[in-house]
């Protein structure tokens, strides 16, 4: 799962020091990896499992262990303790496709070699499970770990792998979790300041609802390896395209950043690389600094009194209404706000960020109405202020009514939300925070339409404002 990637070219343009090319610095506790992201690198090209487990499995965790980490982890998905509601988006993914899926029983040996099409195989649960059985399997035996470091595997349970002895070992306390995403935090609050590869962008928003839950200390401090991104990034020089390319049996991993298998660096050295864009360059993301951008970025035009405590809202309450308004974006949870994307809500903060935290921090839980008439209506409101004359109060039943009424053309109209939408939406967003801010077990998920899933008469996951009154 993801946020929408114009969230980290934002944060990127707000504050480039956050995100660094080179290693943090020592003083590492834990390197974690999403394993999930590593198996969705499988390659034809790759031709051997071998050559898959060596370059997207063993350099990664050998790199975190040279960078300093006395523990590395490696994180698989447990579909068994995946959140239901999260088949709404595996469906979409495959609906395309659904006649291409190669075909894989649960009980089929894997093929001799990396088969072509390979995401065709991987859109087959039984294909992935039995991959990730075999990786639970081959790993553990064959990674390098440095004597007094330790080796976890975090599947369906966590268990541990010393050099002397590669029998393993649960570690005691950790629940049995679902989604890779999810199981990164404990291992900070656990083991301390963390190296996490990650390229996916909720873990930037995961990590800053920890920060909401945790504060920042020295002992917490968590940097995230993914693809730079940037708002403007400048054209390539026009020899580019003449770099050298690298054989993979060339690839080592060192201490200044990891090294992983890229299909397009496979070819021979010889080969005319074809006409095209180069890979966004890798980088550390330090995420207490952006959550000093977050707290910057809410506070500097105004202090906000919280009618709960009467005294200002803290640092924690303004990153976590960010990060709920961040989400607003979309996640493979919910669906977004149609029209109005990051930069209009990042652009839209110093006059929303008083009603933001008093709706989702002012009352122990989300005041909806408040949320959507004082901060979903007031940014369409901004958005199209030439349409939606000044009233008061503003309301969202309002402000969408006043647009159906107004010149905007037919297609725009037919991409405006109904307040119904928004209003499940909302509801989607109270359950996946809970879900991101679960360190350490399961969050339930009721079919009662209460976080507004609900299923419909085949029995597949639906938005409850989808299906027939």
């Not at 909720?202 to 800053?208: G, K, R, V």
């Not at 397009?264 to 995420?287: D, F, L």
């Not at 309301?395 to 939408?421: C, N």
């Amino acid at each position: 799962m993801t946020i929408h990637s114009d969230w980290s070219r934002i944060l990127h343009d707000e504050c480039a020091e956050a995100f660094s090319k080179k290693a943090p610095p020592c003083g590492m506790k834990v390197g974690i990896i999403d394993g999930h992201l590593q198996l969705m690198r499988l390659d034809a090209r790759m031709e051997t499992w071998e050559c898959f487990i060596r370059n997207q499995f063993l350099k990664p965790i050998q790199s975190l262990f040279n960078l300093g980490c006395p523990r590395v982890v490696l994180c698989f998905d447990n579909y068994s303790a995946v959140p239901i509601y999260k088949s709404m988006t595996q469906l979409a993914r495959t609906q395309k496709q659904r006649h291409e899926i190669k075909i894989f029983n649960a009980h089929d040996p894997l093929p001799a070699k990396v088969p072509d099409d390979p995401m065709l195989y991987l859109m087959n649960r039984n294909f992935k499970i039995r991959l990730i059985e075999m990786l639970c399997e081959k790993v553990p035996s064959l990674v390098d770990i440095p004597r007094g470091k330790e080796f976890l595997l975090d599947y369906k349970r966590v268990v541990s792998y010393q050099a002397e002895h590669r029998i393993p070992a649960p570690v005691k306390g950790m629940e049995s979790m679902g989604e890779s995403d999810v199981k990164f935090c404990r291992y900070v609050t656990k083991y301390g300041n963390a190296l996490v590869h990650a390229i996916d962008g909720d873990y930037m928003a995961i990590a800053l609802l920890y920060y909401a839950h945790h504060s920042l200390h020295e002992n917490n401090k968590i940097f995230i390896y993914r693809q730079l991104a940037t708002l403007h990034q400048p054209a390539p020089p026009k020899d580019s395209k003449k770099r050298k390319r690298l054989h993979i049996s060339r690839f080592f991993s060192n201490q200044e950043e990891l090294v992983f298998f890229r299909p397009q660096e496979a070819r021979a050295e010889e080969e005319e690389p074809p006409e095209k864009k180069e890979p966004p360059p890798k980088c550390w993301v330090n995420m207490q600094m952006i959550y000093s951008v977050i707290t910057r970025a809410m506070r500097k035009h105004q202090s906000v009194l919280n009618p709960l405590t009467q005294k200002v809202y803290t640092d924690q309450d303004a990153v976590f209404s960010a990060v709920y308004l961040m989400l607003w974006a979309g996640t493979d949870f919910s669906r977004n706000i149609p029209l109005i994307g990051p930069k209009r809500m990042w652009d839209a903060l110093p006059l929303i960020s008083r009603p933001l935290m008093q709706a989702v921090r002012g009352e122990g839980a989300v005041n909806e109405r408040m949320f959507l008439n004082l901060v979903i209506a007031r940014m369409y409101a901004m958005n199209y202020k030439k349409h939606v004359p000044p009233v008061s109060p503003m309301t969202l039943e309002g402000v969408l009514t006043q647009l159906q009424k107004s010149k905007l053309s037919e297609g725009t109209k037919k991409k405006l939300p109904t307040e119904e939408r928004v209003l499940t939406t909302l509801h989607n967003l109270n359950w996946v925070v809970q879900y991101w801010r679960m360190e350490n077990g399961i969050v339930e998920t009721p079919l009662d339409g209460h976080f507004g899933y609900a299923q419909d008469v085949k029995g597949n996951m639906a938005f409850a404002d989808q299906l027939p009154q």
